[in-house]
């Protein structure tokens, strides 16, 4: 019998650079609040968040995606012919098909790049990380890139007290290439599908046949919060347990960027040293789904907050309920 040649892989993988694009359009509390019955002292105290950026209408979410992805691509040293995979994790890409991803590398310079898109909603940066990881370690692909990105806004009922103030629009990428030694530990992931309407689309796409209105966002804020503050602390000790790293190990802390109460819980039950920088972007970026954790990372290394070649433990959770979470070192 002839043997199949198995794909050569890697011994390690890590995230050679990250990039990040937020639209121009800064848009405070008090504009949310010329349609929404709230206050900008409510929404800064029940959730943290001040501003959020939103997209110019004709600015799709490749178009976010490509200028986080060269941006991330020029930082490996590398140029778009180098990628051999593209991951983009999002829910509101606008086609159910074709992929975002499949554009992207069309945009970028990428082709023949294989090409997904990633549907776990916030947890899709994570679930990402570890699949780009997965790939490279088993050898289907060499350099994946890997962005996050969505355009909440489309999605949002300006009036809706639950949600409107909470979402933004931006994208996030990193590249994931070959390594000697680790530098993403294992990926703690894991859904509850019995949860699948605690954040979700409010109604399905074949309604609108029938003349239904365009779908918006609902959730169920507190049974979101409270799931997010008591269950995602354990998932993210798993995650530092079986990299067999501990919390005194950390440089950051890389949450997903939904609440700054419940980062704030999440830090406090990790019981994080004071050295640990706790990602905070949610105040000024509010939670930009797949596309937080890559902003946020982007920013603790540009701003100098967290160093280069540091440990970060990264964990996504949300609509699915789906959340994931790892140990990364820093690019
Ligand atoms: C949405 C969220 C901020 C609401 O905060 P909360 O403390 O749970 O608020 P509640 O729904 O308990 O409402 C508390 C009070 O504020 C009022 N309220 C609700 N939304 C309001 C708003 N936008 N502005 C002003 N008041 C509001 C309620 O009517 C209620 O008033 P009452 O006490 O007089 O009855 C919070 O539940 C949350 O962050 N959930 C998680 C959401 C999330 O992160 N999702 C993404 C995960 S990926």
């Not at 916030?122 to 289907?140: E, I, K, Q, T």
């Amino acid at each position: 019998m002839t043997a199949i040649t198995p794909p050569t892989g890697s011994p390690g993988a890590r995230i050679l650079s990250v990039g990040s694009y937020l639209p121009e359009r800064v848009v405070t509390n008090d504009e949310i609040c010329e349609v929404l019955d709230s206050s900008d002292q409510w929404i800064r105290e029940r959730s943290g968040i001040v501003t959020r950026r939103r997209a110019a209408p004709d600015e799709s979410i490749v178009d976010l995606a490509e200028k986080a992805a060269r941006q991330a691509i020029e930082r490996a040293g590398l140029v778009p012919a180098d990628i051999d995979a593209v991951l983009v994790a999002t829910v509101t890409h606008p086609y159910q098909l074709p992929s975002a991803a499949a554009l992207l590398v069309h945009r970028i310079g990428a082709t023949p790049a294989a090409a997904l898109d990633v549907a776990a909603a916030c947890a899709g940066f994570s679930y990402g990380v570890g699949l780009a990881s997965d790939m490279v370690r088993a050898g289907s692909a060499g350099t994946v890139l890997l962005v996050g990105v969505d355009r909440m806004t489309d999605l949002i009922d300006p009036t809706d007290r639950g949600t409107a103030f909470i979402f933004g629009d931006g994208a996030g990428a990193v590249v994931i290439g070959r390594s000697e030694t680790p530098g993403i530990g294992p990926t703690v992931w894991g859904s509850d599908g019995a949860q699948w309407g605690a954040i979700a689309q409010s109604r399905s796409w074949l309604e609108l046949k029938d003349g239904a209105p365009f779908p918006t966002l609902s959730m169920a804020g507190q049974a979101v919060f409270r799931w997010a503050v008591w269950s995602m602390a354990p998932e993210a000790q798993k995650a530092l347990d079986s990299a067999g790293v501990a919390a005194d190990d950390l440089a950051a802390f890389i949450p997903h960027q939904a609440n700054a109460r419940i980062i704030d819980a999440l830090a406090k039950q990790l019981r994080l040293p004071e050295h640990v920088v706790v990602a905070r972007d949610v105040v000024e970026h509010a939670n930009t789904s797949a596309a937080s954790i890559p902003i946020a990372m982007d920013r603790l290394l540009s701003t100098g907050a967290a160093p280069s070649g540091g440990l970060a433990l990264l964990i996504g959770y949300g609509s699915g309920l789906t959340h994931a979470a790892q140990v990364v070192r820093l690019p």
